[in-house]
């Protein structure tokens, strides 16, 4: 696609449940970003892949987060037993390689009851 | 540590007036890059301008300058004549070099009434 994809825009849950979040790249771009942005706030770093491995999980808040990018392509962020403070929206962004300009997607709502 | 402030919370300008956004950045690093991201009411982050820690010479794109200034660690974005599709939240944003993941501040949400 001409950008980068995020799906579903809006995702509810409830306490305790387990979500997933997917993003779909630029093509060709081989490094792939998530950050959370609460409300009032600027983006926050959660996890960075440059290809299929995850090159730098150090913005993961806990081990209820999780994430995989198994092709190289698409990427999917787990949370297990959500809480009511996961609730932000959930930003992906592609680049051609690490280090380069971050191109984001529209993000994924997510509001946990 | 790495730290963006972005003291101006909101800013309200009427159409056609010439508007700057602060933007103040910390680091130890000698080489960094620092960004602008626009962020309408969709949601979407939008790539505004990448300057490299070396490159301190000020940028114009149409009704878009920034100004890079390492003395005071600063690198401010002025909007001249601006226009209601301007309204957005901005966000200033610095990274390493070698480093991937993007330290944004928390933003400042320009409105623009005509």
């Known amino acids: 696609g001409a950008g980068v994809s995020q799906t579903p825009s809006n995702k509810v849950t409830e306490k305790g449940k387990y979500v997933e979040l997917r993003c779909d790249p630029i093509?060709?771009?081989?490094?792939l970003y998530w950050y959370r942005q609460s409300l009032g706030q600027g983006p926050e770093f959660l996890i960075y892949?440059?290809?299929?491995?995850?090159?730098?999980d150090s913005g993961l808040p806990n081990d209820r987060f999780f994430a995989v990018r198994p092709e190289g392509s698409v990427s999917t962020l787990k949370i297990q037993r959500t809480e009511r403070g996961d609730s932000a929206v959930y930003l992906c962004?592609?680049?051609?390689?690490?280090?380069?300009?971050?191109?984001f997607g529209a993000g994924t709502r997510l509001s946990v009851l | 540590a790495q730290k963006v402030t972005q003291a101006q919370t909101e800013i309200s300008v009427v159409e056609k007036e010439d508007v700057t956004l602060d933007c103040v950045y910390e680091?130890?690093?000698?080489?960094?890059?620092l960004f602008w991201y626009k962020q309408p009411p969709s949601g979407e982050l939008v790539f505004l301008i990448r300057r490299n820690s070396f490159d301190e010479q000020n940028e114009i794109s149409g009704r878009y300058s920034w100004n890079f200034q390492k003395s005071t660690s600063s690198f401010n974005f002025t909007i001249t004549a601006s226009q209601v599709v301007d309204s957005a939240v901005y966000f200033c944003a610095l990274t390493r070099q070698a480093g991937t993941a993007l330290i944004f501040g928390k933003g400042t949400t320009l409105s623009v009434s005509s």
């Open positions: 093509s060709g771009h081989t490094a």
């Open positions: 962004a592609s680049s051609l390689y690490g280090g380069d300009i971050q191109y």
């Open positions: 892949f440059q290809g299929t491995g995850a090159a730098d």
């Open positions: 680091t130890r690093d000698t080489t960094y890059y």
